[in-house]
């Protein structure tokens, strides 16, 4: 097993910054000779038009609108569109652009939350200045480490995606105004995967036992297993302005969601994919404590004992008690906008003007579910995803992707999708 890059550390490697800082000194050489104005509050550049067809000369077609917002979206939402377009071009099966983009994006994370003193201090200052750049709430950065973690095991290194998902866990744990507790299933699973793929059984084990405390119904990967099978589902989580002024962030499960269940169908077997992770729940609870909303950059955390969602196995309870928990929260706000308006207008005044719009900037093309399997002894190629609801009916959705990855090793990835994360429109909320 590979074992080339053992002295690799949890963060993003010196190699992977030294490349993406390279790629952003030329991005912003680029935007040197282009002005800047001043949008929502926010200043973007004026990029001249032969800047811009330079920059976008080597991009996909299909892709070169999310780049070109790369540069006139300016520095505020370049994490983002990095993110978004990294993502759209992995699928696309444009991988060394794919690694690119999530390396600049990773670079940006990591200015502001790396694990050490200079993080810590420049973490400091962000907040002081209002976090006017995206640099993403804790599902989002756990996120972008997830999948460039799949790209490193795509290309068999499974040194760098095991610290990759590691990073992902340390950016689940980072809240906005404490440490909480990781939950993210999927990258604890992850992690088990690879450690188990470089014959590391104790730390293998290790991932797995943190693993069943979350997803205890979850079967561990048979040792003969060499083929890993991650199926994406839904659409992103949302984020919306509530409250007095708008200053309070909440999040919203995505729209129109039919697909819940994969059905794996292979020769004459068929079986369920596991539905690992639900990124809703992720968006919605720090540690597994549901939040109410996020205000002035702290989360407050719902003051009941309800339980959002636990183990996957069902992805309809995750589903279905997210929607008990908002349905109960928007009685409980009806209830709370009446108190306020009993106490007369001028607090409510008072508090527009103190309060910022909540940052309501999310990264639109992740998916609201994921699906795992493991498999051995197959290419992949005759394997046969089905999307359906809960109760078993079709859904009928194009599936993105599935090609097999093979790596040095023989082992293989397999990845795919029920929603294209290509953006042809990316309607940006501004602050």
Known sequence: MNSR????????????????????????????????????????????PEVLEQYLSDKPAPLR??????????????????????????????????????????????????????????????????????KGEPYERAM??????????????????????????????????????????????????????????????????????????FVRPAPDHDTLVLIETGTAPRKIA???????????????????RVILKRGGETFSAYPMEDIFYQARTRGGRPIDKILEGKAVFLQRGLDIGTALTDTATGVILGSTVLTSHSNSMANVGAAIGAAGGVVTIIAINAKPHADTRYWKNLPDIIHVATLSGTGGEELEPVFTTMDG???????????????????????????????????????
């Not at 309070?248 to 039919?258: D, F, M, N, S, W």
């Not at 859904?395 to 795919?416: C, F, H, K, Y």
């Open 5 to 48: 890059s053992r002295h690799r550390t949890m963060s993003f490697t010196a190699r992977e910054k030294g490349k993406a800082r390279l790629s952003l000194l030329l991005l912003f050489i680029l935007l040197f000779t282009a002005g800047c104005a001043t949008t929502g509050g926010r200043t973007v550049p004026e990029v001249p």
């Open 65 to 134: 609108g999310m780049y070109a917002k790369v540069l006139t979206e300016g520095k505020g939402n370049q994490v983002l569109n990095y993110l978004q377009a990294g993502l759209a071009a992995m699928e696309i099966g444009d991988y060394a652009l794919a690694e690119s983009s999530f390396d600049q994006a990773l670079l940006h994370i990591e200015s502001v939350y790396a694990n050490n003193e200079e993080a810590a201090r420049a973490r400091s200052l962000w907040h002081e200045e209002g976090a006017k750049d995206f």
């Open 144 to 217: 972008a480490y997830y999948y460039r973690g799949l790209l490193y095991i795509r290309q068999g290194d499974y040194e760098n995606a095991r610290a990759c998902f590691k990073s992902g866990i340390l950016q689940d744990a980072f809240a906005e105004e404490e440490q909480s507790q990781c939950d993210f299933a999927l990258l604890l699973f992850l992690e088990g995967w690879t450690s188990q793929r470089l014959g590391d059984s104790h730390l293998a084990e290790s991932a797995y036992a943190e693993l069943e405390k979350f997803r205890p119904d």
């Open 242 to 260: 509530d409250g007095v002024g708008h200053a309070e962030l909440k999040y919203r499960r995505g729209k129109q969601i039919r697909e819940e």
């Open 393 to 431: 009916t079709q859904v009928d959705l194009p599936l993105i992707g599935l090609t097999p990855q093979s790596d040095v090793e023989g082992s293989r990835l397999i990845w795919a999708r029920s929603r294209s994360g290509i953006i042809n429109e990316i309607a940006i909320t501004r602050r």
